[in-house]
């Protein structure tokens, strides 16, 4: 490696030094003091013993499209280094160490030879398999008066979570080891470095609980910062914390073939108020290191629109915000509905000891609306609604109600989106092979790239792009998120883009790749390190399900425009993200990309991360997964059995949200079925729902289809190009030989699967070029 690409290698860039920066500023935000005896935070550095699988091996994130290649973050154990702890803990750290990797190799075996048995693809089986932690015979010899113990939990793409030690439940050393530190140590918090729920109960007599979560690349620094008391939580749970026996076991979870959502629209902490249930952290649950009174609530509205008013005043001795949560409990003489739902939102600027703020919380009317199965539409019934406003969804008080002495139907559209004329024109001159070409992603037939989501050409570990061999159609470049942007650290430049060094390969990939396989890759990028090697490395942003615990949607859309501003850095027009799946069973592997279990902060998260993107030229985001996407069990083929009122008022509704408050440049439709159709099939969803119903004029993507990884032999089918296509699923990613040739026979009249209009692929071909000229020129 010459001596320009080591400098490179080491230095870092202006603006990465101005995003880790705020990422250290914002983070705070994202933690959930969840229990407190007032003993943190402390006053200056001191001994301190740290112990758990995240003190040294902190996470930032999760796996698989989650994952981003930074150049560094800062792990708990570097964060309180820098900032003058002196930790007692060294030895229990490194034996720690060595027991995980041991497991780690143990697990990574065991995955292969299932592989084996069941004659699988290891990358789809091994994408997103979590190792549950390991048990482990270690003495607490840390000295000094203060404690942290870092409970860590991984979950990725591919792989649902499980309940069983070391995962969702806590391992017999964790349980012992953090009840003995309580006793042992005067000063002791219980730090989770985790995305997801972990069940608690064993160990709920700790006194202070911190939800770190998985906030990025400044993260040690910013959890130095709150232990010293430089910043403070401010945090808020946005899913239902409970031991696991206490969720709804209704419907169906991790289903093979179907997965019946029989619980309804009784998600969350729906579920735990319609049941009388007191979960350990109610939804919008969390503390600071100051105290607030929330007071003088009213309500006054319109025909249009409402407005909640209450006073926040701090009560305690010490700098902090608060949320402000309004709910609205609806009449129950014709439809059955929650005892309260969450209708807005808002957190005070930082308030000083006995500083006092009014806070406003502005909803429309048609907010209050829901869906009535028997007249297919959605209908805000007369009656009385009342009012909460709280701190969480178990602390509130009534602040107002409104009467409504009849039935309001909110206005329905009832034609569909249609492109530019421009583009319209353009497709309809374009040859039936061109159509073809341009209705599928750009692909290099047989490039393994595909199916780890790195088939860009162009930018170096981009996920894709479209067709641009005609002349006026620009390359539109997708890359990966939603933590960030997921791009090769290193590549080389060569004639028609980039090429990756083959080192890059996913970090919870390249353990379960042959040994012959990893062995060739290593000697090639041998030779591609003694090129002139290129470095590109991004800032890996809070988790999704972080972003929304701050409840702060100012901060959301920070974080879009970090992504935004390393957009135009590198050259990415289109990020594959915001995701922002309802967290339906806590079991869910790619709950951490995910928001929240509520419809109304998952799709306000969703705008203000859009927004923070898109105002950036250029730049767009791809929502998804639309829709119905809670789980990773057989995902490509699993069938989500929803009714009606259900799929509106809760997986539907954050997307509508979306489209409505910050209209998208593109929407992904989800690998799974959707009562019986995959969504990139379903005519009803994307032309009827989506086109008609929201007015959504950007482009519909398929996620990535890769047919030689699908499983073979289900009940269902992948989705088809052909299909996806007619039913108005414009592009379809990442491409192969195979979409193309099934689309040019579609459209000569040659399939046996389906016939291909001109008028029907024209449509798409029109979305696609409206949404790549208003990106790219």
């Not at 509205?301 to 402000?324: P, Q, R």
């Not at 329905?412 to 992603?441: C, H, W, Y």
Request: charged content about 25%.
């Amino acid at each position: 490696m010459g001596e320009k690409g080591l400098n490179i290698f080491m230095e870092l860039q202006k603006y990465e030094i101005e995003h880790n920066k705020k990422m250290r500023e914002i983070a705070p935000e994202c933690m959930v003091l969840l229990k407190s005896d007032g003993t943190f935070p402390l006053r200056e550095a001191c001994d301190i013993a740290i112990y758990g699988s995240g003190a040294r091996n902190t996470l930032k994130g999760g796996t698989g499209s989650g994952e981003v290649n930074v150049r560094h973050y800062v792990t708990i154990e570097e964060g309180l280094e820098k900032e003058g702890f002196q930790i007692t803990t060294k030895s229990w750290l490194a034996d720690y160490e060595n027991i995980r990797a041991n497991a780690k190799k143990a697990f990574v075996k065991s995955v292969k030879a299932q592989a084996k048995q069941e004659k699988k693809s290891i990358i789809a089986l091994a994408m997103g398999a979590i190792m549950p932690e390991p048990e482990y015979k270690l003495s607490l010899n840390g000295t000094g008066e203060v404690c942290i113990y870092v409970l860590s939990r991984v979950s990725g793409e591919g792989n649902d979570r499980k309940a069983v030690k070391g995962d969702v439940l806590l391992t017999d050393t964790e349980i012992r080891d953090i009840l003995e530190c309580q006793r042992q140590y005067k000063k002791f918090m219980l730090v989770l470095n985790v995305g997801g729920v972990v069940d608690l109960s064993p160990v709920m007599e700790v006194r202070n609980i911190l939800l770190l979560s998985q906030l990025g690349v400044s993260m040690g620094d910013a959890f130095a910062d709150v232990i010293i008391g430089k910043a403070y939580p401010s945090g808020k749970v946005a899913t239902t914390w409970s031991a696991f026996d206490d969720y709804c076991k209704e419907g169906d979870f991790g289903q093979h073939k179907d997965t019946h959502y029989s619980e309804g629209i009784y998600v969350g902490y729906r579920y735990f108020e319609k049941n009388a249930k007191k979960p350990l952290f109610a939804f919008g649950y969390g503390l600071g290191f100051t105290n607030f009174k929330i007071e003088n609530g009213s309500l006054t509205y319109n025909s249009d629109s409402g407005e909640a008013v209450c006073k926040i005043t701090n009560t305690g001795n010490n700098l902090g915000k608060e949320v402000v949560q309004l709910y609205v409990s609806k009449p129950t003489e014709n439809m059955e509905h929650p005892v309260k739902e969450l209708i807005g939102f808002s957190k005070t600027r930082e308030l000083k000891p006995g500083e006092s703020q009014e806070v406003k919380i502005i909803f429309a009317i048609e907010d209050m609306k829901s869906f009535d199965e028997t007249k297919e539409f959605f209908v805000i019934e007369r009656g009385i609604y009342e009012f909460f406003l709280g701190n969480s969804s178990d602390n509130t008080y009534k602040c107002g109600e409104i009467k409504l002495e009849e039935d309001i139907y909110p206005s329905k559209r009832t034609e569909i989106s249609m492109p530019s004329e421009k583009a319209l024109g353009f497709a309809k001159n374009l040859s039936d092979k061109q159509l073809a070409m341009l209705l599928v992603g750009r692909h290099q037939e047989g490039a393994a790239a595909q199916v780890i989501g790195s088939a860009g050409q162009k930018v170096s570990g981009a996920a894709g792009e479209n067709y641009s061999g005609i002349d006026g159609v620009p390359a539109m470049i997708m890359a990966d998120g939603p933590a960030g942007l997921r791009l090769n650290q290193k590549f080389l430049k060569v004639a028609d883009g980039t090429e990756g060094i083959m080192e890059d390969l996913p970090s919870d990939m390249a353990d379960f790749m042959p040994g012959i396989l990893m062995f060739l890759m290593k000697q090639k990028a041998k030779k591609q390190l003694k090129g002139d090697v290129h470095y590109q490395y991004c800032t890996a942003i809070p988790i999704g399900t972080a972003i929304a615990q701050s409840w702060n949607l100012e901060l959301a859309e920070n974080c879009g425009d970090i992504v935004g501003q390393e957009m135009e850095h590198f050259g990415v027009n289109l990020w594959l993200a915001p995701a922002f799946n309802i967290h339906r069973n806590i079991l869910c592997g790619r709950n951490y990309e995910y928001y929240s279990e509520d419809p109304v902060v998952s799709g306000k998260f969703g705008a203000a991360i859009t927004n923070g993107v898109q105002k950036h030229p250029g730049c767009g985001v791809t929502v998804k997964h639309l829709c119905c996407n809670n789980q990773e069990t057989n995902r490509y083929m699993n069938n989500s059995v929803v009714s009606e009122r259900t799929l509106r008022e809760i997986y539907l509704r954050p997307f509508e949200i979306v489209v409505r408050e910050a209209s998208p440049a593109a929407i992904m439709t989800s690998y799974n079925l959707l009562n019986g159709v995959h969504t990139s099939e379903d005519e009803r969803l994307l032309k009827g729902i989506v086109r008609t119903e929201w007015g959504y004029e950007g482009l519909i993507m398929s996620d990535w289809v890769v047919t030689s990884v699908m499983f073979k032999g289900e009940f269902y089918d992948h989705e088809r190009v052909v299909e996806s296509i007619k039913a108005g699923n414009d592009l379809f990613m990442p491409g192969c030989t195979e979409d193309y040739n099934e689309i040019l026979s579609a459209l000569q009249g040659n399939s046996s699967r389906a016939k291909l209009t001109r008028d029907e692929a024209e449509f798409c071909a029109a979305r696609i070029l409206d949404t790549v000229w208003g990106l790219c020129e």
